[in-house]
C-alpha cells in the first residue's frame, strides 16, 4: 500500500499551474487553440519534473501516441518518493482562453498511487456535484426535480434560491427544462466545467450545483478538489452513440453503475491547485504588465480541508526561459 503523503505538495503544483497559466495567457483571444494548449503543457511538464515525487499522469492529454508529454502513463517528477497518480488539465477552457472569453485556467490534481479512477474507454460522463451541505443527498438516477429538492432542503432554503451550472449542449434541452420546470436559476456556460464543478463545492460562489454531462477526465480533476472540499459528486458513464457504447460494454464499461466520489477518488491525501489563465468567477486571470505578470490560484488539500487563495506577482526578467518559442514560466520562486 502507497505510504502517506505527508509533505504539502499543493505549493509544488501551484508552481506547474502558474507556469502553464503565465504561457498559455499569452496566447488569449489570439484563437490559436492548439498553440496554446501547447504552450500549457510546456510549462506544466518542466515544472512538474522538478518536483520530489515518483508521479504517474492517470489523466492527462491522451495515451503516449497521441501526446508526446504529460500522456497518460508518464512518469513525471524526480522520482524519488511520495508515490502519486496525477490528474492534469494545462488549460480546461482552451476555447475560452483562444477567444479572450473567461472562465479558463489550468489545473493539477494529485492523490496517492493507484486512487484515481481512469475512465480508459469512455469520453464524456453524466455529473452531479454539490457542496458539503447538501453531501449526501444526492441520487444521479433521480431526476432532477427530486435532486434539486433534496439539495435545497439539506441546505434549508427553497429550490428557487439554488444556482444550477449546466454546459449549453443540445443534450442538455431536457434537463435544462426540467431545472426550469423545479424553480431553480440556471446558469449556461459554454465551455470549463471543472471550473464550475470546484465552484458547486465551495461555500460562497454564488453556484449551488452542477449538473449534465460533460468530460470524463475531467469529471475526475473535479472529483479531486470536491473531494478534499467536503463535497460531493456521482457520475455515471455516457456514450455518444451506439458505437460508443458497444466499444465501452465489450471494454467492461458499466453504463449503469453510478460511480461515487470514493470510487472516483479514494482516500482523503489528495491535493488540488489552479490557476486562472483568463478572468472568471472562481479566478482571477493572468494580468501582464511591464516585466511582470500578476496570477491568481486555489490550493486545496484533503487531509487538513484547508484552502489557500494565492495571489502571486511574477518578474518575467528573473524567470526561467524553457521554450524556443520565449515564453516564460516559474522557475520555484
Known sequence: MPEPIERNLGF?????????????????????????????VDAMRYVL?????????????????????????????T???PTADLAVDPIDGTRLLAHGLPGSISVVALAKRHALYAPKHIVYAHKLVVGH???????????????LRAIAAAKRCGVDDLTVVVLDRPRHAELVADIRRAGARIKLISDGDVAAGVAAALAD????????VGGAPEAVITACAVKALGGDMQ???YARDDAERARAEAAGVDFGRVLLLEDLVRGDDVFFAATG?????????????????????????????????????????????????????????
Not at 497559466?21 to 498553440?35: D, P, S, T, V
Not at 479566478?283 to 511591464?290: A, E, M, P, T
Not at 487538513?304 to 526561459?321: A, N, V
Request: charge should be negative; include cysteine; aromatic fraction near 4%.
Open 12 to 40: 509544488e503544483l501551484v508552481r506547474a499551474t502558474e507556469a502553464a497559466a503565465l504561457n498559455a495567457a499569452r496566447w488569449m483571444g489570439k484563437g490559436e487553440r492548439n498553440a496554446a494548449d501547447q504552450a500549457a
Open 49 to 77: 519534473g522538478s518536483v520530489e515525487m515518483d508521479g504517474v499522469v492517470v489523466i492527462g492529454e491522451g495515451e503516449k501516441d497521441e501526446a508526446p508529454m504529460l500522456y497518460i502513463g508518464e512518469g513525471v517528477g
Open 79 to 81: 522520482g524519488r518518493p
Open 133 to 147: 451541505e447538501a453531501a449526501g443527498a444526492i441520487d444521479l438516477d433521480a431526476s432532477a426535480t427530486t435532486n
Open 205 to 212: 460562489t454564488g453556484v449551488d450545483v452542477l449538473m449534465g
Open 235 to 237: 457520475c455515471k458513464p
Open 277 to 333: 489563465i483568463t478572468s472568471g468567477e472562481l479566478l482571477g486571470g493572468v494580468r501582464f504588465f511591464g516585466g511582470g505578470a500578476h496570477t491568481s490560484s486555489l490550493i486545496i488539500r484533503g487531509k487538513s480541508g484547508t484552502i489557500r487563495r494565492l495571489e502571486s506577482t511574477h518578474d518575467l526578467r528573473k524567470l526561467q526561459q524553457i521554450s524556443s518559442l520565449g515564453y516564460t514560466v516559474t522557475d520555484g520562486g
